[in-house]
Structures are given as C-alpha cells and as structure tokens.
C-alpha cells in the first residue's frame, strides 16, 4: 500500500499549536518559545515609508518575556513618522499575537511579531495609517452592512549581472519558465519563506518585462495572494516585500518594487483585487452579472480614484508608469476582462465550472462551490503605495458608492466595452476622466476630495496634510515632459527611488 504522506502546516506556530493564526494568545506564544528554544523576540511595525522595521529583545527568563508582552514597548514616533512632533512623539508599539511568526532568515532562533501603534493614553494612535484602515472598514460595515475582503498582486524586477546563455526575450517573459528566465528559484525560495510568516500565497509566475543591457540584466516578477480581511490582506504585502528583499539579499541581487526601472520598458504594479461581502458571502456577482453592489462600490471608487493616487501611486517615477497607450491605466473606467481599464472584472468562473471533466474523461462529475473565487481588481496602484491607507481609501470608496444617489447611474457611464481603447473609440475615450499625471495633481485632487475621506472621521487633517506636503514638495508637475528622451537624468530618479515602498 502506498504511504500516505502527512502535510504539516507551513507556518510552524499553527502547526506546533493546532489553530488558526487568528486566536493564538499570548499564552500561546509563550509556550512556543519556552518548547522551540527560541533566543530572540523582534518586535515589527510599518513606518511611515512603509518599510518594515525591527525591535529586537533577547529572551533572558520567562518574567521579563511576559513583561513585553503583556505591555508592549515604547518608541520615538517623529523618527517613524513625519506628520508626528518631536514633542509628543511618544508612542506604543503593541504586538498582535495572531501575526507571531518563526522567522525564517536568523541564525538564532527567533519569533517576530507584528504591532499597532498606541498613543500616550492607550488608545489606538489615530493618526496611523494601520489604524485609519481599521477605522475606514468599521464605518463601510456599521453603515453599509458590507465588508470588503482584498488581496494583493505584487511585481517586481530583479536585477543581477547579465548571463551569457539562454537571453529571454526582450519584453517577452509573462509566464517563462527557466532557463529563459534566471530567478524562478528565487521566487520559490521567497513563496515558501512568506508561507512561513502566514502569507496565504495564490501563485507566482515570471512576468511580461525583461530586458538587458551591456552589464545588468532585468527580470521581471509576480506574487499573487489569496483574497482574506484587510487587516490580514495588509500584512501579507509588507511582510512579503520584506521577505523578498531579504531572499534577494542572500542570492547577492537587487530586488526593486519601483514602478519604473527604465523608459520603453514594462513597470511594475501592486494592483489590489476586492470582493464585497455580505454576512460572509461573496457579493460580487449575482445571476452570473456584477451585481448591484459590486456596481455601487465600482462607482465610488471611480469617482475618488484620482485622489487615491495619492496613496496608490506616491513617487515621481509612479507617473512614468501611468501613461497613455500601455497597459497601465490612465482613464477612470471599468470593464470586464479589459487589463487597460481601472478597474478590471476578470473572468470568475461563471458558467465555466465542468471544464475539468471535459479535459479529463474518467473524472467523475463536481459539483464546486465557486463563489469565493469572484473579485475585481483596482489596476493603478505601485510599490510605492501606502499599503495602510491605499486599503483605507478603497473602503473609503466602497462605504461612497453604496451611499451615492447615483452610484449606478455613474457605474454605466464609466463602463467601458473591451474594445474601447481601439482607434475607432478614440471618441469615448475623451470622454473619461483622467488619473493625474504627477505627484503634485495627485495631492491637488486630494485636497479637493478630502472631506470624502475626512467623512465619519476616518482620515485625519494631520495625515492628509503630511501627505499633500510630501507629494508637492518633489515639484514634479511637468517632469515627464521634462525629461522626455533624456535617458541619464531619467535613470537618476529612477536610481533615488529604487528602493520605494
């Protein structure tokens, strides 16, 4: 007889414990640490250039790990954030145990753990952008009824020295295998250390942008996750950007999130898949249709999405990427199937659910529950986001769409047929309104918008302030056409935002 083989959880906590990630306590953890030997306690949290960063403790006796955490530990909030003052900079950081993962790069065995931000009374720090995201769901569920699962699709270019065999094609490599394309490993090695942390990983694939030049090759590739709540969803990307440069730290080459590496070449997205739901269930198509609310909550974001560049798209080189007659979107539409509009319904299975035993004859027949599987997908988001407040401002858009009178209205008039980027439409194109072309419009339709953000108390002044500042000061109103064919000042402001995000 054939031996069966036992699967052990990839995530050593929900293995070693027997739950879910999301009631381990700090009970639990403590025992972990006690029965794996484990030395050394990081604690992390997201800072304001949304880089994860790192508080390490050495594990002396049980007293003093119980102390950290049961209290947390303080830190200087005007070196994390901008928009804090040195003199009231003093904040909490308090661990999440249902983030606690083993962390899977240190010689020494270690237990990192991901936190919040609490302000001087013990409250949740209002300001933060982590928190403004838990703020922005809480108002679209307690008004609308809804909630809004999502889940991220990361790109990124590897850069290494040029091989000397097997040269894939320039702008040719969506979905290659080695030896065409040189980091597929690299990629595994990272997919199972994210697993590891608690990631819940869709799949990877190389992607459509390589390219070489006399020293350097480029290689572009994509992480796709599995769609879960924001919190969860959130923690996946900054964990998984993490991870990966850690992965392309020890393989000896550069990983960049950037939405451009060079001019004339494919950039790289962060695009954000959503599915609206309701006491459960996926909303998102109904009789085989986008429903009507999955129209309404299309609608609303649409009618923000220029001031969600503001969080989605926050680097000059951001607008080297939105730019006409690529597959980036540049026009505040929707569409099914369409990778050039904003807003993209991509095929959900509908009416497509017996096509495994149509390829395999001696397959019984399934009757599958596809319901989960449904999502749109918000395409002008980049490495550069504020993971945090791009979410924040997604559910922003969705609680606004379900409130609009003329949600549905406005949904049919910002629809668009997959052919409508041909020539013989160029009409209708005129028609749709733009996404800004530069960090300073981007700050300007977010200033314009603000109240919408503002609304119920969800963003901050402080915080829409801080960024409105950031995005004016690179002064980069006409810098596309400025640099336009001057190749050399290009790459430097492709090289000062290299590592963004």
């Not at 898949?273 to 129209?295: A, C, I, L, W, Y």
């Amino acid at each position: 007889m054939t031996k069966k083989q036992n699967f052990e959880h990839v995530n050593p906590l929900v293995g070693y414990l027997n739950k879910p990630a999301c009631k381990f306590t700090k009970k639990d953890i403590i025992s972990y640490i006690e029965n794996n030997d484990i030395r050394i306690l990081n604690f992390r949290y997201v800072g304001g250039d949304g880089r994860l960063k790192a508080l390490n403790f050495v594990i002396q006796d049980i007293e003093q790990l119980e102390n950290v955490l049961s209290t947390g530990e303080r830190v200087d909030g005007s070196s994390l954030f901008g928009f804090l003052e040195a003199g009231s900079s003093d904040l909490y950081v308090v661990p999440r145990f249902r983030t606690a993962f083993l962390n899977p790069f240190a010689e020494i065995p270690t237990l990192d753990i991901l936190c919040s931000y609490y302000d001087k009374d013990g409250n949740l720090l209002a300001s933060a952008p982590e928190n403004i995201m838990r703020k922005a769901h809480d108002v679209l569920h307690d008004r609308t009824g809804y909630e809004l699962d999502v889940m991220g699709e990361i790109e990124y270019y590897i850069i290494s020295e040029k091989a000397e065999f097997y040269e894939a094609t320039d702008q040719r490599g969506y979905h290659e295998s080695s030896p065409f394309v040189k980091w597929e490993q690299l990629r595994i090695d990272a997919m199972h250390a994210m697993a590891q942390c608690g990631c819940d990983i869709k799949y990877s694939h190389s992607e459509v942008g390589n390219f070489s030049d006399e020293q350097y090759e480029y290689e572009q590739n994509e992480i796709e996750f599995q769609p879960t709540n924001i919190e969860a969803a959130a923690d996946q990307l900054i964990i998984a950007k993490w991870v990966l440069r850690e992965v392309a730290y020890r393989y000896g080459v550069t990983v960049s999130f950037a939405p451009k590496i060079t001019s004339g070449k494919a950039g790289s997205g962060m695009h954000i898949h959503m599915r609206p739901m309701k006491d459960g269930k996926n909303v998102t198509f109904k009789d085989g249709q986008v429903s009507e609310p999955s129209r309404k909550i299309i609608a609303g974001i649409l009618d923000i999405a220029p001031a969600l560049s503001a969080f989605g798209n926050t680097i000059p080189t951001s607008y080297f990427r939105l730019v006409p007659n690529q597959e980036a979107p540049t026009n505040v539409c929707w569409g099914e199937r369409n990778r050039s509009a904003l807003i993209r319904v991509p095929l959900g299975w509908t009416g497509a659910t017996d096509m495994i035993k149509k390829e395999n004859k001696f397959e019984e027949n399934q009757t599958l529950d596809i319901s989960d599987k449904p999502t749109f997908e918000f395409r002008c988001p980049d490495g550069s986001a504020d993971i945090y407040l791009l979410i924040a401002g997604l559910c922003v858009g969705a609680r606004h769409g379900l409130e609009m009178p003329n949600a549905l209205e406005f949904a049919e008039k910002t629809y668009i047929d997959v052919n409508i980027f041909a020539e013989e439409h160029k009409k209708r194109q005129q028609q749709l309104a733009q996404l800004p072309y530069s960090c300073e419009k981007a700050a300007s339709y977010l200033k314009k918008q603000s109240d919408i953000f503002k609304q119920y108390g969800v963003f901050t002044d402080s915080l829409i302030d801080g960024v409105v500042k950031t995005l004016e000061s690179y002064d980069d109103e006409n810098l596309r056409e400025k640099l336009e064919g001057n190749h050399e000042e290009t790459m430097k402001l492709v090289n000062r935002f290299l590592h963004c995000g």
